[in-house]
C-alpha cells in the first residue's frame, strides 16, 4: 500500500485550487509572397492548480535572469508538463502569462517526484 499522500486531493477536498485556462496556437500563413502568419488560438483547456504570488525580492533571488514583476508560482500535476512547454499564453483571472524561459535552463519549470512547479510571467500584449 502507498502511505504518500496525495497533495492535490488534499488541495481539491480543501477548495485551494485555482484554474487556469491554456491557450495552444496554431500559425496560420496569411500572406505567400510576403510569408506574413498569424497565430490562431484554439480553444482553452482548464487546468486546476496551486497558484501563489511570488515577491520581486523572491524571483531575483531564487531564478536567474530577467524576470518581469507580477509573475505567478503554479503548482500542478506532472501530466500538465508538456502542456506548459507549449503554451502560447496562458489565463488567470483577468491576466495572461507565458511561461518563463531561460537560455540556459531551457524553461522555468522544476520537475519534482509527482508535481511541477512553472514559473509564469506577465504577458504585455
Known amino acids: ?7 492535490f486531493n488534499l488541495l481539491k477536498g480543501e477548495g485551494k485550487l485555482s484554474t487556469l485556462h491554456v491557450y495552444q496556437a496554431r500559425e496560420v500563413l ?12 484554439m480553444n482553452p483547456l ?19 535572469g530577467q524576470i518581469p514583476s507580477k509573475s505567478i508560482e ?20 483577468d491576466d495572461f502569462y507565458s511561461t518563463l524561459k531561460d537560455d540556459s ?12 512547479v512553472v514559473i509564469l510571467g506577465l504577458k504585455n500584449d
Open 1 to 7: 500500500m502507498d502511505k504518500r499522500v496525495d497533495i
Open 30 to 41: 496569411d500572406d505567400p509572397y510576403e510569408k506574413t502568419k498569424t497565430n490562431v488560438f
Open 46 to 64: 482548464p487546468i486546476k492548480a496551486l497558484v501563489r504570488q511570488i515577491s520581486f525580492e523572491s524571483l531575483r533571488w531564487k531564478y536567474p
Open 74 to 93: 503554479v503548482v500542478a500535476e506532472k501530466k500538465h508538463e508538456t502542456l506548459f512547454k507549449t503554451a502560447d499564453k496562458i489565463k488567470y483571472g
Open 105 to 116: 535552463q531551457n524553461f522555468m519549470i522544476m520537475v519534482r517526484s509527482d508535481y511541477i
